[in-house]
């Protein structure tokens, strides 16, 4: 399981905190973050970048010289792209370079981002970050007692004037809220600094049970089908020597198909119903082909 040590403002180490393995110890899927990156780095571009053509461009109506007799090559305008002042040919237009990002891939990139820092141990975290008044010395005292080298990212669970004030002029930190946690800054800088209950926002916002919530609403079915092989391997755990054949339910209907029997159906028509009551009684009538060979075979023993 990962952890990570808690420092107070004096920069001692007051214990080891354990995270969240499905939070900080997801496997760091490369592939994820690399898209993920790139669609936000697209997505950050305005898209306004613009030059004229040849029909946009101010003059260059009137042929510049006669057709013929001149010597020089034939020119019908004075703003074709060869000309100075001309237009310009396949010059950039705007357009927009947004590109979607499936929610599902934006929160695998995040774990996967947090999963690295923690491995690598980069996760710094403290019990709480406060200042009594808004000074530069004081954050620099700070990260001076903390191991923090190069650039530091801090995620704060809530606004601090002072936090803020103190470490604006400092070029080595980036101050963050956790509501605006994003894969690019935590890429970028080095270490992430971040007090108890910005970890436990985290593990809410992204946990196993988030993501539960989230797929509950499209597609309930695999959430709990994952819940019962869960449910099956925690009880073969528990009864070790037993053999456990039994499975539970894969799915919401096939629970309540398991609780309650089935009910036999009602007959839709009253001549289904005239059938069943035959068939329940034993009265029901032989074939009509049948009924006929054993008229005839009661005629010739008669005759």
């Known amino acids: 399981m990962p952890s990570a040590n808690v ?8 214990r080891e905190e354990h995270l969240d393995n499905y939070v900080f110890g997801a496997p760091i899927n490369t592939a994820v973050l690399h ?3 790139t669609a936000q780095l697209v997505n950050r571009r305005q898209g306004t970048a613009s030059t004229k053509t040849r029909a946009e461009v101010s003059g260059g109506s009137k042929k510049p010289y006669r057709q013929k007799g001149t010597g020089r090559a034939r020119q019908g305008s004075t703003r074709a792209p060869h000309w100075r002042g001309g237009g310009t040919v396949f010059g950039p237009r705007p357009h927009a370079y947004e ?4 929610r599902k891939m934006k929160r695998i990139a995040i774990r996967s981002a947090l999963s690295d820092k923690a491995a690598n141990g980069r ?3 403290m019990e709480r970050i406060e200042i009594a008044a808004p000074r530069t010395k ?12 190069r650039t530091v990212l801090m995620l704060l669970p809530a606004r601090d004037e002072n936090v803020i004030l103190s470490a ?3 070029p080595e930190i980036r101050l963050g809220h956790v509501d605006s946690t994003n894969v690019i800054e935590l890429l970028k800088y080095d270490h992430l600094l971040m007090t108890l209950e910005t970890a436990r926002i985290l593990v809410k ?5 988030a993501d539960d919530r989230l797929q509950m609403k499209r597609h309930p079915n695999v959430v709990l089908r994952r819940r019962a092989r869960a449910a099956h391997e925690a009880a073969k755990l528990a009864t070790p020597g037993k053999t456990v054949t039994a499975k ?12 309650d029997e089935k009910a036999p159906k009602a007959p839709r028509t009253a001549k289904a119903a005239t059938t069943t009551a035959k068939a329940d009684t034993g009265a029901e009538k032989a074939p009509k082909s049948t009924r006929k060979r054993a008229e005839k075979t009661e005629k010739g023993g008669e005759e």
């Open 205 to 209: 916002k992204f946990g196993r049970d």
């Open 7 to 14: 420092y107070d403002m004096d920069g001692q180490i007051v």
């Open 35 to 37: 898209q993920v990156v």
């Open 99 to 102: 590109r979607a990002i499936p």
């Open 168 to 170: 604006r002029n400092i």
């Open 138 to 149: 004081d954050m620099q005292a700070l990260l001076s007692n903390l191991p923090v080298t």
């Open 123 to 125: 996760i710094l975290l």
């Open 248 to 259: 539970p339910a894969r799915t919401a209907k096939a629970a309540t198909a398991t609780t």
